[in-house]
């Protein structure tokens, strides 16, 4: 007797693991968020533009790395948006509550631990713009999904 048996095998099914996905997904946007961090602080250290890590930066710089991470903190939210299982902006602002407990974590390590740690607007800024880079990031992925279902509704006449 033989019998042939099908197995189908959906390798695009965004459903298996919801939970690993959504924490791989949150996990992926913070990764992201810290080599491209970084990433930046080295190649500016690097090429003379911050002086080097043991010496005091001027609140000038400071404004220039509150500047690239607010950047780097929306794509990184997007990314969670972008990768997660389903509801892209509560990935993205799970991202931002990492990134307020950690940039808060920074607060209080660096409030009194000198000049080299820069101004304490700094840190401040981080933990105020944790939430609003989160939303936007998760916004940007939602106009990009809510764009994408347009494009592909039939059109009627």
Same mark, same amino acid.
């Given at each position: 007797?033989?019998?042939?048996?099908?197995?189908?095998?959906?390798?695009?099914?965004?459903?298996?693991?919801?939970?690993?996905?959504?924490?791989?997904?949150?996990?992926?946007?913070?990764?992201?968020?810290?080599?491209?961090?970084?990433?930046?602080? =080295?190649?500016?250290?690097? &090429?003379?533009?911050?002086? /080097?890590?043991?010496? *005091?930066?001027?609140?000038? %710089?400071? #404004? +220039? @790395?509150?500047?690239?991470?607010?950047?780097?903190?929306?794509?990184?939210?997007?990314?969670?948006?972008?990768?997660?299982?389903?509801?892209?902006?509560?990935?993205?602002?799970?991202?931002?509550?990492?990134?307020?407990?950690?940039?808060? =974590?920074?607060?209080?390590? &660096?409030?009194?631990?000198? /000049?080299?740690?820069? *101004?304490?607007?700094?840190? %401040?800024? #981080? +933990? @105020?713009?944790?939430?609003?880079?989160?939303?936007?990031?998760?916004?940007?992925?939602?106009?990009?999904?809510?764009?994408?279902?347009?494009?592909?509704?039939?059109?009627?006449?």
């Amino acid at each position: 007797m033989n019998t042939t048996q099908t197995v189908n095998v959906d390798t695009n099914n965004r459903g298996n693991h919801p939970t690993l996905r959504s924490i791989g997904a949150v996990l992926a946007g913070l990764f992201a968020v810290f080599i491209l961090s970084l990433g930046t602080d =080295v190649v500016m250290h690097e &090429t003379g533009i911050y002086p /080097p890590w043991s010496q *005091p930066m001027s609140g000038a %710089l400071f #404004l +220039v @790395a509150t500047a690239y991470r607010i950047v780097y903190n929306i794509a990184g939210c997007y990314l969670a948006g972008l990768l997660a299982p389903d509801r892209p902006m509560l990935h993205a602002l799970w991202l931002g509550v990492v990134g307020l407990v950690l940039s808060t =974590v920074g607060v209080v390590a &660096t409030w009194n631990a000198g /000049p080299e740690f820069g *101004p304490r607007w700094y840190p %401040l800024a #981080l +933990v @105020a713009s944790a939430l609003p880079c989160a939303w936007l990031g998760g916004r940007l992925r939602e106009m990009q999904l809510r764009a994408g279902a347009e494009r592909s509704e039939p059109k009627t006449k």
